[in-house]
C-alpha cells in the first residue's frame, strides 16, 4: 500500500486549488493510502532559524504531527494556488521547517526523505501560458536537492471558489496525472 500525504496550503477555505487536488485524488492508483494535512488551518508555527544559536530541537505539537505524517509517506503532493508566482506562504513555511529539521539530531529527516517523490498542484488567476513556471521550478529544485524525484506538476486556471471546474483541460489531467508520474 502506497502512502500518500496531500499539503494544501492555501488560506482560501475550499478554494481552486483544494478542488483540483480532490479531483486528482479521486484518481490515485489501486491500493493507494491518502492523508491530508492542511497547513493553513490551523496555521504553522513560525520558523526560526536557529542554525547560528545552537540548532534546532525536535519538533513538538502541530509541527511533530507534520514531520510524521511526512516521514511516513512516500509521495508528497503540495497543493498551493500560485501566490505572485510562487508557492503560498503556508507552503513555504513547510519547506522553511524541513530545512530546520535537516539540523534535527537523530532525526535523520534528510536521509529519510531520500527517495520519496514530490508533486505540484496549482491554480492560477493567470491564464497566460508559463505564469506558472517559477513555482514549478521551486519545486522540482526542492526535490532534486532533497534527494526526492519529482513526480509532475498539475496546473489549473481559476480566481474565484469552483472556477477551475471549468477548466476541462485541468480536469482530464487530474484524472490521469498520478498514473503517469515524470520520475
Given at each position: ?18 478542488t ?22 490551523p ?64 532525526m ?27 513555482l ?23 480566481d ?24
Amino acid at each position: 500500500m502506497t502512502r500518500w500525504l496531500f499539503l494544501p496550503c492555501s488560506t482560501r477555505a475550499g478554494g481552486n486549488t483544494l478542488t483540483l487536488a480532490r479531483a486528482a485524488a479521486a484518481h490515485l492508483p489501486a491500493g493507494a493510502k491518502a492523508a491530508w494535512f492542511d497547513l493553513a488551518a490551523p496555521p504553522l508555527p513560525r520558523f526560526a532559524d536557529l542554525r547560528a544559536s545552537g540548532g534546532h530541537a525536535a519538533p513538538l505539537g502541530r509541527l511533530a504531527e507534520l514531520a510524521a505524517a511526512t516521514l511516513e509517506a512516500e509521495e508528497l503532493v503540495i497543493a498551493s494556488p500560485l501566490y505572485w508566482y510562487g508557492l503560498a506562504g503556508p507552503g513555504h513555511e513547510m519547506l522553511d521547517h524541513w530545512s530546520g529539521w535537516l539540523e534535527v539530531a537523530g532525526m535523520e529527516f534528510g536521509e529519510r526523505m531520500r527517495g520519496k517523490r514530490l508533486w505540484l498542484i496549482s491554480v492560477r488567476a493567470d491564464p497566460a501560458p508559463g505564469a506558472q513556471a517559477p513555482l514549478e521550478d521551486v519545486m522540482r529544485r526542492t526535490a532534486a536537492w532533497m534527494g526526492m524525484r519529482f513526480g509532475g506538476a498539475l496546473h489549473g486556471v481559476g480566481d474565484a471558489p469552483g472556477d477551475v471546474l471549468a477548466d476541462a483541460a485541468a480536469l482530464a489531467h487530474a484524472r490521469r496525472f498520478f498514473t503517469t508520474p515524470e520520475a
